[in-house]
Structure formats: structure tokens, C-alpha cells
């Protein structure tokens, strides 16, 4: 068991019910012993399905499913596994979504095309399906409104503390609620930001501008976040709208009285993406980065990772060192355009650096006082245009290490 | 002091003299104490000199020189500090860089634009350049042409051994000779390779054909290598030919009689990047990785690359464990063209994956046992066409965190 990161949070918010949603989780041993590793979550008929997956080349069977039904629009349950990423596994791995997606449907009475899945953990070993689908009768019969928790634990893999998210917004006037859960810690990077999260709202949403919605969210949270730069074959981002809050319709995702809600859907977003970071395998700190001055914002997000991802910046910040060379050079290498004498490195409100140097008389104290917290924040404005970007990240240490060099055994 | 690599050579090759060149090494405690940190070649009229340079967009004072000069062919002297790379150091930095040529030139009767000039260490702290002017006489009085391990040496950072190679060639029936010495060990990634590398002949080669040799060579070697992907302000490989061996003219880089020297050219510059891979920052393991059946030699270098930088897959070896879903993971993120079912994935000579899955029936034990040697060999054929690479890392350990959280302290 890894020791929980000094990042986890004191508390968790309660979620709240979300009308027209039921979950369960279940022990099935698929690798894990004595813990739910299994979710079931049943959705009521009219709920409206959108996703964002891996941008692998070899992503995993359940993304494939995945990808393949969201053109229906409809979504009537969600199964998730940990511990088996049923990731390349070839044509057992599509036969034994296959049989999970039609027992699925049997059992809660829908179509096989309705049931979205997703899976986490060892890539390459064959998944038995079977622990799954003898499951679900038990499953079944232990749906409940209030099992928010249990989900959040049972789709946990290397990570340290259950990440959830919740919050109340209108729409028209009608309030509705958002709860979301997801899980790290390795093999974060964009895009997609490597992770299951999914997002629950009682809004009435049509799929296709939940889609776009989802995109958005996605796009300033999870895409903006990274641990490791190593994309993983199984990232799922899936939002589900049951519609039972009763909410006016929503036409196009520029009403103006969709705003409320779209501000609190990418919020909750970023939430959930900035606990990920900060149960990054072996975490000690949370590193925000801003790039402001970009030529553009993808210029800016370029840079920003390029910072984010270099394993001499997020050494240097495990050992509490402020060496602002090494955010040097990462920018450097990133291939963006920079004028280097007009680049400005401020840490923790610190400037740092100016004119292509080191400020003149720099005092390193108030510096090093910042590299001493948990909550290190570098600022990079590169004076060239207005492109800017947020990236979140975390520090590389020993427990990195130690994580990964045994996550099989 | 870091502990020596376990991969360091048991001996070093005795490096003979190259006509026209001489060497000597001092202390000027720029920033190490009691070991030789500045470095002085001096090369005789009629040298002929070539280079390949970072492609970071911070490179440092001493890169954007010698990128100057080097259209005048001409090299008389080189002078390299260890400690301090005078990168991000502004105008006082380029500053720095004209006092040390001037006054090299001054002292060996060339001129400045003749006088290259490289730097390796922490950035953005300004040069201390008159340590090194000061000691251009006690330099200039201790030219040796024997001292190319003391050269090696001098110019060593985190390295925890010396990188030198040599070879004995022959251009149309006359015996000539190549040394080359090298640093490295941590920022190390194409392109190019972050190092400094400084390669000598005395062949005659005009230095049109030096550069084109020097490019593709490099393309093998230093560009084929990676220790964290992280790509230095600094990087700096150049190679010098005296012409005082005498051989008949060499009019192009495609002359049969230039052959023999071009392949013990990139076989020397080859051997020197193992050696810095070697003794990347913590490594316990050498890792070659093999791609073949790529859409082209470029997609497959960046899916070897792609493999090579993976901190899961470098960790993993770290770890001895044979996590192949990693490999997988790595290539798909490459974002080059794959057909998953097609890829085979051999270890140590044991092929683990067939058909878009695990090789039915599949053994680990040999796999193990090749994972807790020194040496790591993965092939990966795509089944696509015919592009290959091969790259060379070395695995992620704590020694990485340990030499990387406190380097400047």
C-alpha cells in the first residue's frame, strides 16, 4: 500500500443524489484483493451519453467500445473495472467487452449499445470477464442514489485518496447538480489527461451539446494536466445527463442560460484533474505552471507542458531547489517561438529572471521559502503576444520510483 | 560524488597523439575545487572545423559563437569550461565569450573568429571568464599532444566516468587517426544529444565534408541517444581535422576512399554516445531499443524515442520488470502509424507479443532473467514497411532523483 499523499485532501464533500442515477461497486478479485474493483452505475431511460478518450494509437478495447456507441446518443449503464486495463488483448479483449456490455444490458433491461465501459490497470493480460458478469446480480441488487463513495474507491488503482467532486448550479432558474469521481496516478498526460472520470448531471442536456460542453471542460482540465507525459492506452472521460431535473431545453451550448452551468461543469472538471495531479505517483507538490505572452494558446500550452513534463524541473522541485535554468531549457526545447532576452520567470510572485538574465541582485531566500511549501506556482510571461496557458502538475521523487519500479509484483 | 556507474568500462583505450593538436587542462575553480575544470586545445594553421549544435531556442552565449564562426572553416583552438554553462546569462554572457576568444587568440597567435568555445554546467549564473583568461599562460605553457585524458576529464559535470574512444583508419592507403572524448550525463536528448563532444583526425578533409560527415554521424549517434529527454541550452559537438596525416585530397563525402574513415567516424561517435548513455544520471542499465518495420526511418526514431524518453518504461527496467504493456503504452502515444495487431514485441531476444496480444502460452521466465541483466535489448517489428532505428537510454532510478534533487546544492 502506498502512503497517501500530503496533497490528499483533509475532507471529502458529500455528493449529493443525482435523480436518475444508481451505483454499486462489488469485490471480484480481478487483481485486487478484498476491495470493490468493480462499478455498475444504472442510468434511467432518456439519459444522454458523451465521452473524450486517449489519443493512442493503441488504446484499449472498452475505448474502442466506447467510441463505436456514442453515436447513439443514448446511455443506460456504465461498468468499470480496476486492477486489468484490457489493453491490448486483441480479439479476446473485444469478445470479453462483448459479453460484459450484453450481460449488462440483459440485466438492466437495455441494449447492449447503451452500456458504456471502461477498464484500468495492467496493460496486456487477458481480463476475465467472467468475475464481471457473475457479478452482476449482486451488482444489480445493490444499486443505491447514495453509493458515490464506493464508486470513487472501486475504480482506484495506484492512488492514494478517492478523487470526487460535486456542485450545485441552474439552469433557467431550475437547479441541478453535478457530481463527478475519477482516478489517477500514473500515465497522466495529455491528451486525453490518462485517467477514468466520469461526470453525472440530473440537467437535461442533448448529447450533442454535452459533447461539446465535455470538450471545453476537458480542454482547460484534464488536457492541461500531467504527471508523468506518458499517455495511457484506457483514458475515458464520460459525462451522462439524466435529464431529471426538468430544466427548460437547452438548444445550442452559447445560451446564455447554460453559462451558470457550463462555468461549474469545467470547474468541477478542473477539480477533479488538480486532485489527479496532486496524487501524481510519489506527489510531495503540486506544481501550477502559467504561461501568459504566448503567441497563441496552444503556444502557450506547448510551453507550459514542456515545463511540466521535464523530469530535471520536477527533480529539481522534489529536492526544493529553485533552478530556473532548468525552466529555461525547457522552454528552449519546446519548439515555440521565444524572444529569450524577453522572457520573465517569476516564482511563487518571486521575478526571478529579466532582460535575458538573472534579475541583477537577486535575493534567492523568498524563493527557496516558496520551494520549501506544497503549492509551488511558476509564472513564465514571454512578452510575444497573448497566447496563455494553465498546466497542472506535480513533483518526480523517490516514490515515483518506487511505485513504478514494482507496480506489476 | 556520485557512485560510479555499474556500466563504466573496466579500462579506457589509450588514446595516441594527433598531429597538430595539443592539449592542456587546469584548475580555475569556476565552480568545482581541486580537479581541472577549463580545458584548452590548440590546433595548428590549416585545421578544418565542423559542428552540430542544440537545437534549444535558449542555447547559451557559447552555442550562438561558435554556430558564427564556424563558416569560416578555420579552428586553431578550443576551450571549454566545466561548472557554468553561460546560458541564459544575456549580454554579460556573450561578453564573456569575446574576452576568452580575444585573449585565446592573443595567446596562440590566431584570431578570436578561429577560437571555439563551449560550456557545460548550471545556467543562468554569470561566467567568472577572467579565472579562465587568467590561466591562459599556465594553459598555454602545459600543451601537450598527450594529454587527451586530462582533456577528458576536465570537462566532466555529473559524469561518473570519462568518455573516450579512438580508432585507426585509413583514407587511400594513409594510416590516419581519430580521438574523441566526451561529457555528459544528465539533459541529454536529441536534438541533439546533450553533451559535449569534441572529435579529432588528422586526416586532411575540407570542411564542407567534415560538416556533412559530422551531420550524419551525428544522426546515429548523439541523435539516436537519450538519457531524460530533456534537451540542453549547451549542446555542443564539433570535430576538428589538422590535415597532417597527408592523405590525397578527399573532393566528396561520397568518395569511395572516404569510406573506411566514414564508418569508423560514426562507429567512434557511436561507441561515445553508448558511453553517455551509460552513464546517464542513476543508471544501473543500458537500453537499446530496435524498431523496425516502421513507415519510415523518422517514425520509426520517434517511436523509438518515444519508448526511450517513457519514464514508466525506464522505471519499469529500473525495477527488472518485464512490463511490456509500457512498450505498448509508448508506442501508441508516438503518434506514428501502427496497426496494433501487427506489432511484435521481442525481449532479450524472446517475443512476447503476436496478433495485437500476448504470445499465447507465454513464458517469463527468460524475459526475467534478461531483465535483471545490464544490458536491455527490445525490438519492436511494426509490420508496416521498412523504416528502422535503433536508440540507446538507460533506465530511471533513484539515483536520478538523488543526483537531480540536489545538483546545485
Not at 465501459?117 to 451488482?139: F, M, Q
Amino acid at each position: 500500500m502506498n502512503k497517501i499523499s500530503p496533497l490528499a485532501p483533509a475532507s471529502y464533500p458529500k455528493l449529493s443524489v443525482i435523480n436518475g442515477v444508481r451505483l454499486a461497486a462489488a469485490e471480484c478479485n480481478i487483481r485486487y484483493k478484498n476491495r470493490p474493483d468493480v462499478l455498475l452505475v444504472s442510468m434511467d431511460e432518456g439519459t444522454q451519453g458523451a465521452g473524450v478518450f486517449t489519443t493512442s494509437l493503441t488504446a484499449a478495447a472498452p475505448v474502442e467500445w466506447c467510441r463505436n456507441i456514442l453515436k447513439n446518443t443514448k446511455a443506460r449503464a456504465l461498468v468499470v473495472n480496476s486492477g486489468n486495463a484490457n489493453a491490448f488483448t486483441g480479439e479476446m479483449g473485444m469478445a470479453s467487452v462483448r459479453r460484459i456490455t450484453q450481460a449488462t444490458a440483459t440485466a438492466l433491461h437495455c441494449k447492449p449499445e447503451e452500456v458504456f465501459i471502461a477498464s484500468t490497470g495492467v496493460i496486456g493480460e487477458p481480463l476475465a470477464d467472467e468475475k464481471i458478469t457473475n457479478a452482476l446480480p449482486v451488482l444489480k441488487a445493490a444499486l443505491k442514489q447514495e453509493n458515490w463513495e464506493k464508486a470513487a474507491r472501486s475504480i482506484m488503482t495506484t492512488d492514494t485518496f478517492m478523487k470526487v467532486a460535486t456542485a450545485k448550479t441552474h439552469i433557467n432558474g431550475k437547479e441541478v447538480t453535478i457530481n463527478g469521481f475519477a482516478k489517477g496516478s500514473g500515465m497522466i498526460a495529455p491528451n486525453m489527461a490518462t485517467l477514468l472520470a466520469f461526470v453525472f448531471t440530473d440537467a437535461a442536456i442533448p448529447a450533442s451539446i454535452l459533447q461539446q460542453l465535455l470538450e471545453e471542460a476537458n480542454e482547460v482540465s484534464f488536457n492541461s494536466m500531467t504527471v508523468d507525459g506518458d499517455t495511457s492506452t484506457n483514458d475515458t472521460l464520460l459525462a451522462f445527463a439524466t435529464g431529471k431535473a426538468g430544466n427548460s431545453p437547452v438548444t445550442s451550448a452559447e445560451d446564455k442560460p447554460i453559462e451558470p452551468f457550463k462555468k461549474a461543469f469545467a470547474a468541477l472538471l478542473t477539480d477533479l484533474a488538480i486532485q489527479v495531479a496532486k496524487d501524481g505517483e510519489g506527489a510531495q507538490k503540486l506544481i501550477t505552471i502559467n504561461i501568459k505572452g504566448a503567441e497563441s494558446d496552444k503556444a502557450a500550452k506547448t510551453i507550459a507542458l514542456s515545463i511540466a513534463n521535464s523530469p530535471l524541473v520536477k527533480t529539481a522541485i522534489a529536492g526544493e531547489d529553485a533552478n530556473w535554468g532548468r525552466i529555461i531549457m525547457a522552454i528552449g526545447k519546446s519548439g515555440e517561438k521565444i524572444i529569450q532576452n524577453r522572457i520573465e520567470i517569476t516564482i511563487g510572485g518571486v521575478t526571478v529572471t529579466k532582460n535575458g538574465m538573472r534579475v541583477p541582485g537577486f535575493n534567492e531566500t523568498p524563493v527557496n521559502k516558496h520551494m520549501h511549501g506544497n503549492h509551488i506556482n511558476i509564472l513564465v510571461e514571454l512578452g510575444i503576444a497573448h497566447g496563455s496557458s494553465t498546466v497542472y502538475t506535480c513533483d518526480m521523487t523517490h516514490g515515483y520510483i518506487d511505485i513504478n519500479g514494482s507496480y506489476r509484483s
